[in-house]
């Protein structure tokens, strides 16, 4: 997750220690990259609930609380406002009025702002969880924000659920496809808007997240309590990573470690924004029952059989 413009935001209305340190870390230089952020950041990057993690699908335990999600707006291809170069990744502010409930969620979330972390093209993959120790090319996080909060991210991340993040990954298409799924390759047109750090550029509209996000059953996912993946890494994050991926074009793809740059046009091109995995956190997933008509088929055929 890249929560750079919120903390700056947090900055100016409760200045603190760590919002003034939060900029000074990188993803490549020796000097600031992830291996020195719990040093750099001790409070939270050296914290015991650290996202991203490696997902082991065999160590996942069954919940039934984790039933399906609600996502309202998410059909409004107008939800997306802004597209930006951070100079750590590339982010999509939303419209208000976007909202995630259900999903074990103890209440609505506001979905505020996605944003995206990868390698270096199609062949580097760079997503940020990992699942049974496989990389996918690209991760896409939604941030979502208690709506009790009413935005206030400060208080959100003083929350240890404050925050749900939905991650999902991203795959290359099978294949020859150029320029797929229309829509990523109109979004990922406009990367060419934002080259250096702090450009941003207006979304027309035409997409909706659902656009972005087909393919996917948003039934099927893994929950863990985790952080912030990028300094000051609070632990305040509920985090969903959805099981099955996003299928994108090779070209589409690799237009985002081609395009975008960390700062000024003559610096290096923005490759391998993710952090590394961190320690292990329990797991959950959906039970069987809960979300398959076939095994709740399969267990009352398997009953009467088992009296015939
Ligand atoms: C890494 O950062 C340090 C401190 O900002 C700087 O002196 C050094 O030149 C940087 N190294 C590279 C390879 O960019
Ligand atoms: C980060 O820096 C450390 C040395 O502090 C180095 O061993 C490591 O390879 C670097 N990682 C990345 C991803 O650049
Ligand atoms: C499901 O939710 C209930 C009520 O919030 C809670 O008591 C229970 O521990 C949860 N179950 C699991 C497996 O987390
Ligand atoms: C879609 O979002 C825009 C921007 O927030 C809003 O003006 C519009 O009313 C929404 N459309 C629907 C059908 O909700
Ligand atoms: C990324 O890939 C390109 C093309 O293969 C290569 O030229 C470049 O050196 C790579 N960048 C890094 C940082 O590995
Ligand atoms: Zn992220």
Redesign the pocket.
Known sequence: MNWLLSLAAVCVLVPSVHCATATGWC??N??C????WPTLFPSYCAGSRQSPIDIVSASATADSNLTAFTFTNYDNNSALKEIKNTGKTVKITLTSGIKISGGGLSEPYDSLQFHLHWGNGSSVPGSEHTVNGKRYPMELHIVNSKATYNGDTALALKDSTGLAALGFFIEEMSGNAIGQPAKWNVLSSYLSEIVTSGQSYTVPSGISLDDLLKGVDRSKYYRYLGSLTTPTCNEAVVWTVFKDTIKVSKDVIDRFSTTVRIADDSSELMV?VFR?VQPAQPVTTQSSCSTSGYSLGLMALSLVLGRG
């Open positions: 993803y490549h020796e000097s990259n992830d291996t020195q391998e590394g």
